[in-house]
């Protein structure tokens, strides 16, 4: 018995003649929060429609729980709770009527609608039409539609899509929520790094099919290195100097110079130096890499 | 069994506030108010003509049965087979309806059975509906015969063949609302389907009964034949029938193979 809640061994997928899905060997332990992190169009969604047997995986290619997902659709599915793409609504139930419609389809009580409307703060709106939500509110209504059968393993399309900045902290503190008092396992697909980093446990990154990388978020904070962002004037003697006291200069654009990031003393000294020196510092910030240049790193070292 | 169940109480519980479902309930009524409203008007020529009960209800009953069997009828179960379909591909939840712990078959046979049973009450309520107004004409109109005669043989009978004979139509159109989301494929192939199937119903054209769309109008046809002598003669399974049923049964199979195969995209 495997410690992962889903575990593909080399999943391959097609659409037509055009692979979405290659080689993906997915690994996701349970209790983590799993950030799937990728590009639009890199193949997370096909990932898991495929992880939910809406797509026809290859026999042996997909588990969930340990057990092949084909031969086992029902039993897993009773274990999974799953937000997709846009969420699936009926626009001419009030948010309530569709939560009690999933009760009713998952055999549980309806009171448990209630609830669910609470924890995702929709009590309010219960009774109006769904098409008449903000893309928000469908969003949080299809959370919570997600959750309401209290599955063991979540797995999340993009679930901050469309939420204003106040609704996405409230769908990470619910993640975080869930997975430490619940002990639930979640896999959240972004194409935010930044996103990812601030809920999951372990991430993995795709593109065009590929997983580029896996890992827990640490070993994914050793391969984006930090960097120190300096915006300073006479940049070619600024440069120049710094190399001179030590530093290794990471790249260099007309106005910007970047060296990599060790911590914010540092920061300091570095800081303290240039202008004791006769450098004007504009600012002086530390940068993370955006996914693209993460990509780039990571196919790199690929 | 139970999925099959639970699968069927939410095709009522989602579909109980749209148009599909109040179509089963508003046509009848509507249709028999005005069949009835048109012969209280025309009371007094009934009067005067003096048909015996028989003949009354037969022609009663006959006024809605032409009009379902020809034209209302295939076009309702046209609408029906593309409502039930149509509520999943509007709001784009089949992939939630799949991904629920249900076995397929349950889901796609609740769908079939739902449409099915909507066609039930809506003709039931025909039948129900002509019996009790056509008392009700009797009572506000004293002189009329409807109370010489007792229908309730011949209005089971010519509905039963109206709905079996519609089942043909169903799981074709059920197929095709099931396959292509939008309204105009089912709805178009349905019109030139049900002008074919009266055209060729009513030219007697030989072959027509391997049509669909024509058996409901060649069902209804074979009724009226025998409308002069007793009513009760009429065979229920008739040529007709059994093809309408073979249809059914067939492509309510390739209907499930397909859902089965079919990924959710």
């Not at chain 2, 007697?204 to 109008?217: G, H, N």
Request: aromatic share 10%.
């Amino acid at each position: 018995m495997s410690n992962f809640a889903i575990e593909t061994v080399g999943l391959n997928y097609n659409f037509g003649n055009q692979t979405v899905v290659k080689d993906l060997s997915l690994q996701v332990p349970t209790g983590s929060i799993y950030g799937f992190l990728g590009p639009n169009g890199a193949g997370k969604t096909t990932t898991i429609k495929i992880l939910l047997n809406l797509l026809q995986s290859p026999a042996d290619q997909v588990f969930v729980f340990g057990k092949e997902i084909n031969s086992n659709r029902i039993a897993t599915l009773k274990r999974v709770g799953a937000l997709v793409e846009q969420p699936a609504i009926y626009g001419h139930l009030t948010g309530k009527e569709n939560l009690i419609n999933r009760c009713i389809l998952l055999g549980i009580r309806k009171s448990k609608s209630d609830e669910m409307l609470a924890l995702v703060g929709l009590t309010e709106a219960a009774n109006k039409k769904s098409n008449k939500y903000s893309l928000g509110m469908k969003q949080r209504l299809g959370i919570a539609l997600a959750l309401v059968s209290d599955p063991e393993l979540l797995l999340l399309d993009e679930p901050t899509n469309g939420l204003d900045p106040n609704g996405i902290i409230e769908v990470r503190n619910l993640m975080i929520d869930l997975a430490t008092k619940h002990k639930k396992t979640i896999l959240v697909s972004s194409h935010l790094l930044a996103e990812i980093e601030r809920t999951a446990t372990h991430v993995g990154i795709i593109n065009k099919g590929q997983l580029l990388f896996q890992g827990t978020i640490n070993e994914l904070h050793l391969l984006s290195k930090p960097m120190l962002e300096i915006e300073i004037d006479n940049i070619e003697h600024a440069a120049e100097f710094l190399a001179n006291s030590g530093y290794q200069i990471a790249d260099q654009t007309d106005k910007k110079i970047l060296i990599p990031y060790t911590s914010s003393k540092d920061s300091g000294t570095i800081n303290t130096l240039l202008i004791q020196n006769g450098f004007t510092v504009s600012s002086l910030y530390q940068q993370r890499k955006d996914l693209e240049n993460l990509f780039l790193d990571i196919t790199k070292n690929n | 069994m139970r999925s099959l169940y639970i699968s069927l109480v939410s095709e009522f519980y989602k579909s109980r506030k749209t148009l599909a479902f109040w179509a089963a309930i508003l046509l009848p009524v509507i249709i028999c108010s005005l069949v009835t409203f048109g012969f209280y008007s025309n009371s007094e020529k009934l009067v005067k003509m003096n048909y015996p009960g028989m003949l009354l209800w037969v022609q009663y009953i006959g006024a809605t049965l032409n009009v379902m069997g020809m034209l209302i009828m295939p076009f309702y179960v046209i609408f029906m087979a593309f409502s039930v379909n149509n509520i999943e591909h509007k709001n784009d939840t089949w992939k939630t309806l799949f991904a629920q712990p249900l076995n397929k078959f349950s889901i796609y046979a609740a769908k079939y059975l739902y449409a099915i049973l909507l066609i039930l009450i809506c003709l039931f309520l025909f039948a129900a509906l002509s019996f009790s107004f056509g008392h009700l004409l009797q009572a506000l109109v004293p002189k009329l015969s409807f109370n010489q005669y007792n229908p309730s043989t011949f209005l089971i009978s010519s509905y039963t063949k109206l709905f079996l004979s519609s089942l043909g139509i169903l799981s074709l159109q059920f197929i095709i609302s099931l396959i292509w989301a939008d309204f105009l494929k089912p709805m178009g192939i349905g019109f030139v389907g049900t002008i074919m199937g009266i055209v060729t119903a009513a030219l007697k054209w030989q072959y027509a009964y391997l049509i669909p769309y024509s058996l409901p109008a060649l069902a209804l046809q074979v009724t009226r034949v025998k409308k002069g002598g007793d009513p009760l003669d009429f065979e229920i399974f008739t040529r007709e029938i059994w093809t309408s049923l073979i249809y059914a049964a067939v492509l309510f199979t390739i209907g499930y193979f397909i859902v089965s195969k079919k990924s959710i995209k």
